[in-house]
């Protein structure tokens, strides 16, 4: 059953905590993305991974963090600089074949800050 | 900046008529332009992406692309009640490896 998956589906993070986003794919696809959405709002693009063991920021990359060891693994760190974090946030991944490139989104993680 | 514009609505069509969703970007360098549906607390689903001017059908659905005004749209003929979503367009430059802007969405309800 191949597809993305994020977990954990609902967070809570106290201020001041790093908390760590979990994205695994089984599509095979080279490129992984990470978006965050807010209420009303489109997603806007936090970071992208193209190739394993390199990513580059994207529009609004203060206060994350990530890695890519691994083909089927991006994770996302929200640290405790990121002074707005509650947010949907939204992994995606893509066949990055040089053409048009169709992303596809897993489910989502919905973090709250108390 | 790139910016792509959508109406947010509510827009408010009849089942079964056409449903007309518009957006407008600003970079004359985008390439790739991607319309997905957002069901309520969901994450975004493809529905069809065009690249070449023009007219782009899959079965309910048509994308528009005009790059000289920088203008995409999506029709949905009849229309469901299943239809009611909010509706993003999506932009690239190139064919998207680079990640997408997004527009804030048009939020569109079907009447039964």
């Known amino acids: 059953d191949g597809g993305i998956t994020q977990s954990p589906k609902y967070l809570f993070r106290k201020e001041g905590q790093n908390v760590t986003l979990s994205c695994e794919q089984n599509l095979n696809h080279d490129a992984m993305y990470w978006y965050r959405q807010d209420p009303g709002q489109g997603l806007r693009l936090i970071y992208y991974s193209q190739i394993v063991n390199d990513f580059q920021k994207g529009d609004i990359a203060e206060g994350y963090s990530v890695s890519r060891e691994k083909k089927e693994s991006f994770p996302l760190t929200v640290t405790s600089a990121q002074k707005n974090p509650t947010a949907f946030y939204l992994c995606?991944?893509?066949?990055?074949?040089?053409?048009?490139?169709?992303?596809?989104f897993g489910p989502g993680t919905r973090l709250t800050v108390l | 900046q790139k910016e792509v514009e959508q109406n947010s609505g509510p827009l408010s069509v009849p089942e079964g008529a056409i449903a007309s969703l518009n957006c407008t970007y600003s970079?004359?360098?985008?390439?790739?332009f991607f319309w997905y549906r957002q069901y309520s607390g969901k994450s975004p689903e493809l529905i069809m992406f065009i690249y070449s001017n023009g007219d782009k059908e899959d079965g309910r659905f048509t994308a528009q692309l005009n790059k000289a005004s920088q203008y995409v749209s999506l029709l949905i003929r009849d229309s469901q009640p299943s239809d009611s979503a909010t509706y993003l367009c999506?932009?690239?430059?190139?064919?998207?490896?680079?990640?997408?802007?997004f527009g804030k969405g048009t939020h569109l309800i079907i009447q039964p």
């Open positions: 999506a932009v690239a430059y190139g064919g998207g490896a680079d990640g997408l802007t």
């Open positions: 970079d004359r360098g985008s390439q790739s």
């Open positions: 995606a991944s893509s066949m990055a074949t040089g053409g048009t490139d169709t992303q596809y």
